[in-house]
């Protein structure tokens, strides 16, 4: 499997704004709400930091989770809102929806707590432009502990759950996402580490009638997510020894992959893979994927998959960030209204760049004052050793 060039490849280490997390805190996740980003610290802070979306400057922190705060999405009309609410997990078993205008938490749901509750995730149902879908379908809320429950509650009233799944997994949930369509706004993705990928209907009651298609990895699974382009829907996941692999409808492996796989090594531009950071679900992506990976140096590469059915088809980087962290990038999110990147990193460091669509151009853009390779803190040997004893992810040079 081999990485080649878009015409539109462009290398750049001039962000449009850049700030810090106080107390060197990683930053975990990140996310937008009205003209802000929000950023999510990891402990001992668990604050939830915002930042105005234009510079960058900071408007204000949230109290955050009394333990770990895991995630962070925006979500339309919940409750008797109607605007846009910030919802953050936590490993204190919550959920909760902020208002940012007084920094307090809106709506705090401990429904869902179990004790010892090691790991929260949540997702919600139908697309943002569909409001009729989202009174009859309700989210879900993911929770793990020994037993890995996937909890579904209606947004019209977020405190009180409507069911509990808890034998869909076996092991901790790492991801639920529902199938954005009007026509299948029931089907629900979930991962887990226990090494499966389900598909079940959020609309069933019996769990043993729920579930709809099961995939086997064999392996611990990480992330995942819905693709759609013009070959139709299909399922992307990706587990912590950094492979990638797509599924069909019906949990099919189509193809899997080592992401750190696909180097460039052409025309005075390098690239090497350390790391899988995320997939984001986009039209904007020809495939209908873009994958973001990065290197252990802090850089940040836009990478799709022109056929992500088929291994030997080449894959296409787009996008190199370069310079703006100086250790991993542990979290990023695409604001795609306004065509910005930000990434947030283990460095403590939170960095909006311009992101431009992926696809094809006229011409090879490349910033003048950037030389790529200087820019990439390292020059890479044509061979690389996998070495079985450091950190997954990681490599290093021969």
Known sequence: MSLIQSSSLKFTNQSLHETSLPGDNYVISLSQIANLYAASASSPSNCIHLFDRASLQSTGVLKGHDHATTQLRTIHCLGTSTREMLLSSGKDGCVIAWDERSGSAGIKSRSFLIPGNKYLNHSKASSDTSGSFRKTTPPSLLRCKEDAFIVYWDPRNP????????????????????????????????????????????????????????????????????????????????????????????????????????????????????????????????????????????????????????????????????????????????????????????????????????????????????????????????????NPTSSVGKRTRC
């Open 159 to 386: 405190a009180a759950q409507l069911r509990t799944h808890g034998s869909t997994h076996s092991d901790d949930v790492t991801a639920v996402h529902f199938l954005k369509s009007l026509s299948s706004n029931k089907v629900l993705l979930s991962t887990s580490s226990d090494g499966l990928i389900n598909t079940s209907n959020a609309l069933e009651a019996d769990e043993d009638e729920a579930v709809m298609h099961v995939g086997n990895w064999g392996c611990s699974v990480s992330q995942g997510g819905w693709i759609s382009d013009a070959r139709g829907t299909r399922i992307w996941a990706a587990s912590d020894m950094e492979t990638f692999s797509c599924w069909s409808n019906d949990l099919d492996q189509l193809s899997a992959v080592d992401i750190r796989g696909p180097s460039l090594h052409d025309q005075g531009h390098v690239w090497v893979t350390d790391y899988l950071i995320k997939g984001h679900s986009t039209q904007k992506a020809e495939s209908g994927l873009a994958v973001f990976v990065g290197s252990n140096e802090g850089d940040v590469a836009l990478i799709t998959g022109n056929n992500l059915s088929d291994t030997m088809t080449p894959w296409t980087i787009h996008s190199v960030w370069a310079s703006g962290h100086s250790g991993i990038v542990r979290s990023l999110y695409w604001d795609e209204e306004h065509d910005v990147l930000v990434t947030g990193g283990e460095d403590a460091k939170i960095t909006a760049w311009r992101i431009q669509t992926p696809g094809p151009a006229d011409s090879l853009m490349s910033d003048q004052s950037y030389d790529p390779i200087a820019g990439l803190k390292r020059e890479w040997d044509d061979t690389m050793d996998d």
